[in-house]
């Protein structure tokens, strides 16, 4: 607005600007459809200056294109060169390793059974058993002689509880069968 006040200001100077005023007043400040697109262009001036979506996308884009082009590219070479190690690998060191393998089999199996010989002395040298001491052999006869007095003592409890189960069912019967004929209470 303060563009048209300024324009307004110096068509007033001039003498023959009376006539270009008044013909700017009719169509374009009367116009309110020019009106709107001036005041709407002004407002979006701002967001077009400020506004830097378009350009920060576009950047990003570029990035992401070229990052993943890289990426791409490294990781293609990549698997090339894995996909050359693995079948060199495979055809060279398999061929290899039979032929070494059949050449060195014979001399590896002696050395096996010879090794598993060894193994087997060496266990049964360790194997023998000592005869026991006199302490060891005193010692556990002495246990032996505790564990049976324990098993008898044991048995004689068990034989006793069993006397006086028997003895209380006994006395139980003999309690009822009393009690059946004080109560006349026939079977």
Not at 76 to 105: H, M, P
Not at 139 to 167: A, M, P, V, W, Y
Not at 168 to 177: D, F, H, N, R, T
Request: some cysteine.
């Amino acid at each position: 607005m303060t563009k048209i006040k300024i324009i307004l200001s110096t068509k007033r100077q001039n003498q023959s600007g009376d006539k270009i005023e008044e013909i700017f007043k009719e169509n374009i400040l009367n116009n309110p459809m020019l009106n709107q697109k001036i005041g709407k262009s002004f407002y979006n001036a701002q967001h077009r200056i400020l506004d830097h979506r378009v350009f920060v996308n576009g950047e990003i884009e570029n990035f992401l294109n070229n990052f993943e082009i890289k990426r791409n590219d490294i990781e293609v070479e990549t698997l090339f060169k894995l996909t050359e190690t693995v079948g060199e690998l495979k055809y060279d060191l398999s061929d290899r390793c039979i032929s070494l393998g059949t050449a060195n089999l014979n001399q590896i199996s002696t050395d096996i059974k010879d090794l598993l010989s060894g193994v087997e002395l060496f266990l049964k040298s360790t194997n023998i058993e000592k005869p026991p001491g006199d302490f060891l052999a005193e010692s556990r006869k002495q246990r032996q002689q505790i564990k049976d007095n324990f098993c008898n003592d044991l048995k004689h409890g068990f034989t006793r509880i069993d006397n006086s189960f028997e003895q209380k069912e006994e006395e139980i019967a003999e309690l009822y069968s009393d009690l059946q004929l004080k109560l006349n209470i026939t079977k």
